[in-house]
Protein backbone atom coordinates (compact mmCIF):
# COMPACT_ATOMS: atom_id res chain seq x y z
CA UNK A 1 0.00 0.00 0.00
CA UNK A 2 1.21 3.27 -0.90
CA UNK A 3 1.29 6.09 1.93
CA UNK A 4 1.97 9.59 1.96
CA UNK A 5 4.79 10.74 4.03
CA UNK A 6 5.35 14.68 4.64
CA UNK A 7 8.40 15.48 6.49
CA UNK A 8 8.23 19.20 8.24
CA UNK A 9 11.69 21.26 8.95
CA UNK A 10 14.55 19.75 9.69
CA UNK A 11 13.30 15.99 8.71
CA UNK A 12 13.13 17.18 5.18
CA UNK A 13 17.02 16.28 5.02
CA UNK A 14 15.95 12.91 4.34
CA UNK A 15 13.23 13.61 1.62
CA UNK A 16 16.22 14.96 -0.82
CA UNK A 17 14.42 14.03 -3.90
CA UNK A 18 11.01 16.16 -2.67
CA UNK A 19 12.42 19.91 -2.07
CA UNK A 20 9.09 19.96 0.07
CA UNK A 21 9.73 16.84 1.99
CA UNK A 22 6.55 15.46 0.12
CA UNK A 23 7.31 11.07 -0.09
CA UNK A 24 5.18 8.49 -1.46
CA UNK A 25 5.91 5.44 0.73
CA UNK A 26 5.18 1.57 -0.40
CA UNK A 27 4.76 -0.34 2.47
CA UNK A 28 3.31 -3.72 3.12
CA UNK A 29 -0.10 -4.26 3.98
CA UNK A 30 -1.05 -4.10 7.75
CA UNK A 31 2.67 -1.75 8.25
CA UNK A 32 2.31 0.50 11.34
CA UNK A 33 3.42 4.48 11.40
CA UNK A 34 7.14 3.26 13.09
CA UNK A 35 7.63 0.98 10.02
CA UNK A 36 6.88 3.86 7.85
CA UNK A 37 9.08 6.12 9.65
CA UNK A 38 12.12 3.40 9.70
CA UNK A 39 11.90 3.19 5.47
CA UNK A 40 12.08 6.93 5.13
CA UNK A 41 15.20 6.73 7.26
CA UNK A 42 14.21 8.96 9.87
CA UNK A 43 15.09 8.48 13.69
CA UNK A 44 12.00 7.92 15.48
CA UNK A 45 13.82 9.88 18.45
CA UNK A 46 13.70 12.79 16.57
CA UNK A 47 10.04 12.76 15.88
CA UNK A 48 7.62 14.50 18.45
CA UNK A 49 4.31 15.29 17.15
CA UNK A 50 3.26 12.40 14.36
CA UNK A 51 0.13 13.22 13.02
CA UNK A 52 -2.01 10.37 10.51
CA UNK A 53 -4.68 12.23 8.34
CA UNK A 54 -4.55 15.25 10.51
CA UNK A 55 -5.01 13.36 13.62
CA UNK A 56 -1.96 13.14 16.76
CA UNK A 57 -1.21 9.58 16.10
CA UNK A 58 1.12 7.19 17.99
CA UNK A 59 4.15 5.21 16.42
CA UNK A 60 2.64 1.90 16.37
CA UNK A 61 -0.51 3.71 14.40
CA UNK A 62 -1.78 0.64 11.97
CA UNK A 63 -1.75 2.28 8.48
CA UNK A 64 -4.12 2.17 5.11
CA UNK A 65 -3.46 2.86 2.08
CA UNK A 66 -3.43 6.31 0.97
CA UNK A 67 -3.04 7.43 4.49
CA UNK A 68 -1.56 10.71 5.28
CA UNK A 69 1.26 10.64 7.36
CA UNK A 70 3.42 13.97 9.29
CA UNK A 71 5.99 14.00 10.86
CA UNK A 72 7.41 16.70 13.09
CA UNK A 73 10.32 17.31 14.65
CA UNK A 74 10.74 19.23 18.20
CA UNK A 75 10.27 23.26 18.31
CA UNK A 76 11.63 24.75 21.33
CA UNK A 77 13.13 28.16 20.83
CA UNK A 78 11.95 30.71 22.57
CA UNK B 1 -3.22 58.31 34.11
CA UNK B 2 -3.49 55.28 36.06
CA UNK B 3 -5.11 52.31 35.73
CA UNK B 4 -8.23 53.06 38.20
CA UNK B 5 -8.60 56.24 35.70
CA UNK B 6 -9.03 54.18 33.17
CA UNK B 7 -10.81 51.80 34.47
CA UNK B 8 -13.35 54.87 35.71
CA UNK B 9 -13.64 56.01 32.01
CA UNK B 10 -14.45 52.74 30.63
CA UNK B 11 -17.01 52.44 33.02
CA UNK B 12 -18.95 55.56 31.94
CA UNK B 13 -18.62 54.38 28.48
CA UNK B 14 -15.87 56.74 27.33
CA UNK B 15 -12.62 55.21 25.65
CA UNK B 16 -8.87 56.46 27.02
CA UNK B 17 -7.25 58.48 24.31
CA UNK B 18 -4.31 55.52 24.03
CA UNK B 19 -7.14 52.66 23.64
CA UNK B 20 -9.41 54.20 21.00
CA UNK B 21 -7.57 51.66 18.36
CA UNK B 22 -8.14 48.85 20.86
CA UNK B 23 -12.33 49.41 20.69
CA UNK B 24 -13.44 48.48 17.54
CA UNK B 25 -12.05 44.50 18.11
CA UNK B 26 -12.35 43.87 21.52
CA UNK B 27 -15.18 46.81 22.88
CA UNK B 28 -15.25 48.93 26.03
CA UNK B 29 -16.15 45.43 28.16
CA UNK B 30 -12.84 43.86 26.54
CA UNK B 31 -11.06 46.63 27.31
CA UNK B 32 -11.81 46.81 30.94
CA UNK B 33 -11.43 42.86 31.04
CA UNK B 34 -7.90 43.21 29.95
CA UNK B 35 -6.94 46.19 32.18
CA UNK B 36 -8.34 44.09 35.71
CA UNK B 37 -6.54 40.92 33.87
CA UNK B 38 -3.47 39.13 35.73
CA UNK B 39 -1.26 37.48 33.27
CA UNK B 40 2.37 35.31 33.97
CA UNK B 41 4.99 35.56 31.49
CA UNK B 42 7.51 33.14 31.87
CA UNK B 43 10.58 34.32 29.89
CA UNK B 44 11.15 37.27 28.39
CA UNK B 45 13.54 36.83 25.49
CA UNK B 46 12.05 36.25 22.07
CA UNK B 47 9.10 35.54 22.26
CA UNK B 48 8.59 37.28 25.86
CA UNK B 49 10.07 40.01 25.30
CA UNK B 50 7.54 41.23 22.07
CA UNK B 51 4.13 39.54 24.32
CA UNK B 52 5.26 41.55 26.97
CA UNK B 53 5.17 44.98 24.65
CA UNK B 54 2.04 43.61 22.52
CA UNK B 55 0.50 43.26 25.93
CA UNK B 56 1.21 46.51 27.53
CA UNK B 57 0.25 48.50 24.80
CA UNK B 58 -2.71 46.27 24.32
CA UNK B 59 -3.78 47.70 28.24
CA UNK B 60 -3.10 43.88 30.29
CA UNK B 61 -3.61 45.64 33.44
CA UNK B 62 -1.05 43.07 35.53
CA UNK B 63 2.25 41.11 33.83
CA UNK B 64 4.35 39.36 36.11
CA UNK B 65 7.42 38.90 34.09
CA UNK B 66 9.67 35.40 35.49
CA UNK B 67 13.26 35.37 34.23
CA UNK B 68 16.14 35.03 35.83
CA UNK B 69 18.52 35.30 33.14
CA UNK B 70 20.54 38.94 31.82
CA UNK B 71 21.00 39.62 28.07
CA UNK B 72 23.86 39.10 26.15
CA UNK B 73 25.17 39.81 22.65
CA UNK B 74 23.63 36.59 20.86
CA UNK B 75 20.26 38.04 21.95
CA UNK B 76 20.62 41.14 20.40
CA UNK B 77 19.71 39.32 16.22
CA UNK B 78 15.81 38.77 17.54
CA UNK B 79 15.18 39.86 21.31
CA UNK B 80 13.27 43.46 21.45
CA UNK B 81 14.82 44.10 24.54
CA UNK B 82 18.11 43.25 23.91
CA UNK B 83 19.49 46.43 23.16
CA UNK B 84 23.64 47.63 23.32
CA UNK B 85 22.47 49.41 26.71
CA UNK B 86 21.02 46.51 28.46
CA UNK B 87 23.54 44.25 27.69
CA UNK B 88 24.70 42.24 30.89
CA UNK B 89 20.75 43.79 32.59
CA UNK B 90 18.32 41.04 34.12
CA UNK B 91 15.67 40.51 31.51
CA UNK B 92 13.00 40.34 33.46
CA UNK B 93 14.08 44.02 35.13
CA UNK B 94 14.33 45.06 31.66
CA UNK B 95 11.17 44.44 30.60
CA UNK B 96 9.35 46.02 33.47
CA UNK B 97 11.35 49.29 32.95
CA UNK B 98 9.85 49.11 29.00
CA UNK B 99 6.38 48.57 30.11
CA UNK B 100 6.72 51.48 32.12
CA UNK B 101 7.68 53.98 29.47
CA UNK B 102 4.93 52.35 26.98
CA UNK B 103 1.94 52.06 29.81
CA UNK B 104 1.79 53.65 33.12
CA UNK B 105 -1.38 51.92 33.60
CA UNK B 106 0.00 48.54 33.22
CA UNK B 107 1.66 46.94 36.77
CA UNK B 108 4.65 44.81 36.87
CA UNK B 109 6.16 42.50 38.81
CA UNK B 110 9.69 41.29 37.80
CA UNK B 111 10.95 37.89 39.09
CA UNK B 112 15.03 37.95 37.98
CA UNK B 113 14.89 34.85 38.76
CA UNK B 114 14.56 30.70 36.76
CA UNK B 115 10.91 29.45 36.95
CA UNK B 116 11.05 25.90 38.29
CA UNK B 117 9.75 23.49 40.66
CA UNK B 118 9.99 25.21 43.97
CA UNK B 119 8.80 28.64 43.15
CA UNK B 120 5.56 27.49 40.49
CA UNK B 121 2.71 27.62 42.56
CA UNK B 122 3.41 30.97 44.26
CA UNK B 123 4.47 32.82 40.94
CA UNK B 124 1.72 31.08 38.75
CA UNK B 125 -1.26 31.18 41.64
CA UNK B 126 -4.28 33.47 41.10
CA UNK B 127 -3.03 34.52 37.61
CA UNK B 128 -5.68 34.58 34.86
CA UNK B 129 -3.35 33.15 31.97
CA UNK B 130 0.41 31.97 31.75
CA UNK B 131 1.85 32.65 28.83
CA UNK B 132 4.89 29.99 28.17
CA UNK B 133 7.81 32.03 26.20
CA UNK B 134 10.67 29.43 27.27
CA UNK B 135 12.64 27.96 25.95
CA UNK B 136 13.78 24.93 27.28
CA UNK B 137 11.32 21.67 26.66
CA UNK B 138 11.95 20.56 30.46
CA UNK B 139 10.60 23.35 32.03
CA UNK B 140 7.79 24.01 29.40
CA UNK B 141 6.63 20.44 30.38
CA UNK B 142 6.72 21.55 33.81
CA UNK B 143 4.56 24.90 33.47
CA UNK B 144 2.06 23.16 31.43
CA UNK B 145 1.42 20.27 34.40
CA UNK B 146 1.60 23.32 37.03
CA UNK B 147 -0.97 25.46 34.74
CA UNK B 148 -3.26 22.49 34.15
CA UNK B 149 -3.11 21.56 38.28
CA UNK B 150 -4.00 25.45 39.04
CA UNK B 151 -6.84 25.30 36.04
CA UNK B 152 -5.28 28.27 35.07
CA UNK B 153 -4.86 28.51 30.64
CA UNK B 154 -1.40 28.07 28.85
CA UNK B 155 -0.34 30.11 25.75
CA UNK B 156 2.36 28.03 24.49
CA UNK B 157 4.55 28.94 21.48
CA UNK B 158 8.26 28.00 20.15
CA UNK B 159 10.30 28.41 17.11
CA UNK B 160 13.01 27.72 15.53
CA UNK B 161 14.89 28.81 12.35
CA UNK B 162 12.01 29.81 9.54
CA UNK B 163 9.36 27.49 11.43
CA UNK B 164 7.39 27.59 14.79
CA UNK B 165 4.07 26.68 16.65
CA UNK B 166 1.60 28.06 18.74
CA UNK B 167 -1.71 26.69 20.54
CA UNK B 168 -3.17 27.66 24.24
CA UNK B 169 -3.44 24.46 26.82
CA UNK B 170 -6.43 24.49 28.52
CA UNK B 171 -6.58 23.06 31.96
CA UNK B 172 -9.33 20.05 30.38
CA UNK B 173 -6.99 19.58 27.09
CA UNK B 174 -4.41 17.64 25.76
CA UNK B 175 -1.27 19.41 27.18
CA UNK B 176 2.46 20.20 25.84
CA UNK B 177 3.37 16.02 26.03
CA UNK B 178 0.90 15.69 23.43
CA UNK B 179 4.14 18.10 21.21
CA UNK B 180 7.14 17.29 23.26
CA UNK B 181 8.25 13.58 23.97
CA UNK B 182 9.85 13.65 27.50
CA UNK B 183 11.68 10.62 26.20
CA UNK B 184 13.60 12.11 23.99
CA UNK B 185 16.79 12.86 26.77
CA UNK B 186 17.25 16.15 25.26
CA UNK B 187 15.94 19.95 26.49
CA UNK B 188 16.39 21.25 23.17
CA UNK B 189 14.43 21.49 19.67
CA UNK B 190 16.07 21.87 16.20
CA UNK B 191 16.90 25.55 17.01
CA UNK B 192 19.74 24.19 18.09
CA UNK B 193 20.61 23.44 14.36
CA UNK B 194 18.77 26.27 12.40
CA UNK B 195 19.09 28.58 15.33
CA UNK B 196 16.54 31.37 16.45
CA UNK B 197 16.55 34.55 13.29
CA UNK B 198 15.13 38.02 14.17
CA UNK B 199 11.10 37.33 12.76
CA UNK B 200 10.40 34.15 13.37
CA UNK B 201 9.83 34.68 17.61
CA UNK B 202 7.83 37.69 16.62
CA UNK B 203 5.67 36.26 14.07
CA UNK B 204 5.04 33.50 17.06
CA UNK B 205 4.86 36.15 19.54
CA UNK B 206 2.30 38.19 17.73
CA UNK B 207 0.12 34.79 17.67
CA UNK B 208 0.59 34.05 20.98
CA UNK B 209 -0.43 37.58 22.24
CA UNK B 210 -3.46 37.38 20.33
CA UNK B 211 -4.22 34.31 22.38
CA UNK B 212 -4.23 35.84 25.86
CA UNK B 213 -5.87 38.90 24.36
CA UNK B 214 -9.07 35.91 23.25
CA UNK B 215 -8.69 34.27 26.72
CA UNK B 216 -9.21 37.65 28.35
CA UNK B 217 -11.76 38.94 26.56
CA UNK B 218 -13.67 35.48 25.83
CA UNK B 219 -13.71 36.69 21.98
CA UNK B 220 -13.22 34.79 19.26
CA UNK B 221 -11.74 31.02 19.19
CA UNK B 222 -8.30 30.28 21.09
CA UNK B 223 -5.85 27.46 19.29
CA UNK B 224 -7.23 25.14 22.13
CA UNK B 225 -6.94 21.00 21.55
CA UNK B 226 -5.03 22.01 18.37
CA UNK B 227 -1.31 23.78 17.37
CA UNK B 228 -1.00 26.12 14.76
CA UNK B 229 2.30 25.22 13.61
CA UNK B 230 4.21 27.89 10.43
CA UNK B 231 7.00 27.09 8.21
CA UNK B 232 7.89 30.57 6.34
CA UNK B 233 10.63 28.67 4.22
CA UNK B 234 7.76 26.94 2.01
CA UNK B 235 4.56 28.83 3.12
CA UNK B 236 3.47 26.02 5.29
CA UNK B 237 0.66 27.66 7.69
CA UNK B 238 -1.23 24.07 9.40
CA UNK B 239 -3.47 23.55 12.13
CA UNK B 240 -2.74 20.26 13.80
CA UNK B 241 -5.63 18.22 15.39
CA UNK B 242 -4.06 17.19 18.95
CA UNK B 243 -7.11 15.45 20.39
Known amino acids: MRIEVRLYATLRQHALSAAE ?16 IAKVGVNADEVHILMVNGVSSPLNQVLAEGDRLGLFPAVGGG | MAREDSLALLARGEIP ?3 KRNIGTIGIDGQK ?13 GLGGTIIELLARQGVGFMRIIDGDSFTLVN ?16 AAVATARVAEVNSDVETHAVPAMFNEDN ?8 DVIVDALDSIKYRLLLCRMAQKLKIPLAHAAIAGFTGQVGTILPTGPGLEKIYKSTSGSDKGIETVLGNPAATPALAAAI ?15 ISHKLLYFDTELNIYELLNLV
Open chain 2, 120 to 127: AVELLSGM
Open chain 1, 21 to 36: GVLAVDVPEGSKAADV
Open chain 2, 17 to 19: ERY
Open chain 2, 33 to 45: RLLKARVAIVGAG
Open chain 2, 208 to 222: QAQEVVKLLTGIGET
Open chain 2, 76 to 91: LNRQLLATERTMGMNK
